[in-house]
C-alpha cells in the first residue's frame, strides 16, 4: 500500500497581498495556513481583513511584532509567543494552533513556550524534505519542501549545511539540482504522489511579487490543484492535527469541525472567499 501522501502550503508575514495568494489558493481548491503578525517592518492586513481571511483558511502566529527569536530576551521571546497567539484567538474568534517563528529563526530554549503557550505545531525553513511534522516532546515540528522563489543553489546548500540535512540534500540531488523552483516542485510532487510524505510549499506573497512569480505560483498551483483530490489536501494545523491523533502520518481520522481549523475538507468542500475579500483580491489584479 502506497503510504499517505499530503499537500500542504503556508504563507508568510499577513501582507495585503496574501488576499492574491489566497484567491488563487480558492479556485484551485487548495489548503492554506498564513502566518500573519501584528505588526511588521512591512505592510500587514487590518484585523478586519484578517477575520476574513481566517473564514476560509488557517491563521498561524507568527509572534506579536515579527521579531527575531534569538535575538529577543528569553521573557520577550515568551511574551511575543504567548502573545501572538492570544492576539490571532482574539482577532478571528478560532483557535490558533500553529506557530512559525520569523525567518526561521528559533533555539531550542524556545520550544518550551511554545508549548506553554498551546500550540501544536511549530513550522520551520528546512527545505526539500517530505517528512511528516517530527515530534519533539508533545510539540510537532513541521519542514517545508519548496519556497515559492528562485533561491540560487548556493541557497539550497546553506539550508542544507545549517542542520547538517543530508537526506535534503539527496533528495535535491535527486531532483535534478534544479534552482527553478517550479521544476523542483512539479518533480518532488510526483515522488510524494508515489511514494508519500508531505509536499510542503511555502512563500512570501510580498515576495512573489518583488521576483515576478505570480505567473509561475499560478503554474504550481495548477499541477497541486490537479492532484489535490487524491491525496490529503490539509492545512499545516490540519497535518500536525491527524499526527496528533494517529500518532503518525497515516491516513488521518475524520475530525469535528470544533477545533479550528478544519482538518480535512468534507466531500464537496468548495473554499468560498466572501464578497469583501473577493472585492479586495479583484483589486490588487488589477494593480499588477
Ligand atoms: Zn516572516
Redesign the pocket.
Known amino acids: 500500500m502506497t503510504p499517505a501522501a499530503f499537500i500542504t502550503t503556508s504563507w508568510?508575514?499577513g501582507h495585503p497581498l496574501d488576499f492574491r495568494v489566497a484567491e488563487m489558493l480558492a479556485r484551485h481548491d487548495l489548503p492554506g495556513t498564513f502566518?500573519v503578525?501584528r505588526s511588521?517592518d512591512r505592510e500587514t492586513m487590518s484585523p478586519a481583513r484578517l477575520r476574513d481571511l481566517s473564514a476560509t483558511f488557517e491563521i498561524g502566529a507568527?509572534t506579536l511584532t515579527?521579531v527575531n527569536l534569538n535575538r529577543a530576551t528569553d521573557p520577550e521571546a515568551q511574551g511575543e509567543i504567548a502573545g501572538s497567539k492570544a492576539w490571532v484567538e482574539d482577532t478571528t474568534s478560532r483557535t490558533c494552533v500553529m506557530f512559525?517563528p520569523?525567518?526561521g529563526k528559533y533555539s531550542r530554549r524556545h520550544l518550551q513556550p511554545i508549548r506553554e503557550a498551546g500550540f501544536v505545531g511549530v513550522r520551520t525553513v528546512e527545505l526539500v524534505s517530505l517528512d511528516a511534522p517530527r515530534p519533539e516532546g508533545d510539540l510537532l515540528v513541521m519542514p517545508t519542501t519548496v519556497q515559492a522563489h528562485p533561491h540560487g543553489r548556493l541557497c539550497f546548500a546553506r539550508n542544507f549545511a545549517r542542520r547538517a540535512a543530508r537526506r535534503n540534500l539527496r533528495l535535491y540531488l535527486l531532483h535534478g539540482r534544479s534552482s527553478d523552483w517550479v521544476d523542483l516542485a512539479r518533480s518532488i510532487l510526483f515522488d510524494v504522489l508515489e511514494r508519500g510524505g508531505v509536499f510542503h510549499l511555502w512563500g512570501?506573497s510580498w515576495e512573489i511579487e518583488e521576483a515576478g512569480q505570480w505567473h509561475r505560483l499560478e503554474e504550481v498551483f495548477r499541477f497541486l490543484g490537479r492532484f489535490a483530490g487524491e491525496v490529503n489536501a490539509l492545512t499545516n494545523g490540519g497535518i500536525c492535527q491527524a499526527i496528533r491523533a494517529t500518532g503518525r502520518a497515516g491516513n488521518p481520522p475524520a475530525m469535528d469541525d470544533a477545533g479550528h481549523p478544519p482538518a480535512r475538507r468534507p466531500p464537496g468542500y468548495r473554499p468560498s472567499l466572501g464578497p469583501t475579500v473577493m472585492d479586495e483580491s479583484a483589486s490588487f489584479f488589477r494593480q499588477s
Request: glycine fraction near 0%; include cysteine; hydrophobic fraction near 20%.
Open positions: 508568510d508575514d502566518y503578525p511588521a507568527h515579527h512559525c520569523p525567518a512570501h
